[in-house]
């Protein structure tokens, strides 16, 4: 079946280290995105890619960086710079805009904790 | 820029009866979608309805019903005889249709629907 795997589930970081977040697709997406979710603050737009090798900012890059070598992964690094780290982390993927399909697809998610 | 904004952060309904939820947004654009994802304890996103700016009727799926007010700006979900397993968080959430630019969502801040036995 077609969907987004995320992983792992459950990511504890010590503070000053960088992390790594995977996300892979096998539904022929072209767009990626990475979200984070906070209590009570929805869920906002980390960066985003809408094909290889391409990616932009979101909301609230600052102390994360990704890479979209491959259309079907999307990682995410959650660098020591991130001040904040320990919150739920969602990857989603969409088709081409243009298709007459908005629907996005999610994974599963990550908690990132740090201790 | 976008914004969307749920104005419950909780809300209850007994089993079997009729829950609103609120969403309002703002936005100058006349072409984009709207959403309602809901997030069981799983975390699990799951899409619930979608609205096509442009369609004047309200979008329906089974149980769940929206009432769109274009120039009111607002997007509510009507779930009908509510059920145990509609307990979860619900996210109302906005797409600006780009031209050949991918499509972001944005999301409001959430309400977390209690169904009560």
């Known amino acids: 079946d077609g969907g987004i795997t995320q992983s792992p589930k459950y990511l504890f970081r010590k503070e000053g280290q960088n992390v790594t977040l995977s996300c892979e697709q096998n539904?022929?997406?072209?767009?990626m995105y990475w979200y984070r979710q906070d209590p009570g603050q929805g869920l906002r737009l980390i960066y985003y890619s809408q094909i290889v090798n391409d990616f932009q900012k979101g909301d609230i890059a600052e102390g994360y960086s990704v890479s979209r070598e491959k259309k079907e992964s999307f990682p995410l690094t959650v660098t020591s710079a991130q001040k904040n780290p320990t919150a739920f982390y969602l990857c989603a993927s969409s088709p081409r805009p243009g298709t007459g399909n908005y629907g996005y697809t999610f994974g599963s998610g990550t908690r990132l904790t740090v201790v | 820029a976008q914004t969307v904004t749920q104005s419950q952060p909780e809300m209850s309904v007994q089993e079997a009866e009729t829950v609103t939820l609120s969403c309002t947004y703002d936005?100058?654009?006349?072409?984009?979608?709207l959403f309602w994802y809901k997030q069981p304890p799983s975390r699990q996103m799951i899409l619930v309805i979608r609205q096509e700016a442009y369609k004047q009727q309200n979008a329906t799926e089974n149980r769940f019903s929206v009432n769109f007010q274009k120039a009111a700006k607002s997007f509510s979900l009507k779930i009908s005889d509510s059920q145990l397993g509609d307990t979860a968080m619900y996210f109302c959430a906005f797409m600006k249709l780009y031209g050949g630019a991918t499509n972001k969502l944005i999301f409001g801040t959430g309400t977390l629907l209690a169904v009560q036995p």
């Open positions: 936005t100058s654009e006349s072409n984009y979608y």
């Open positions: 539904l022929n997406h072209d767009a």
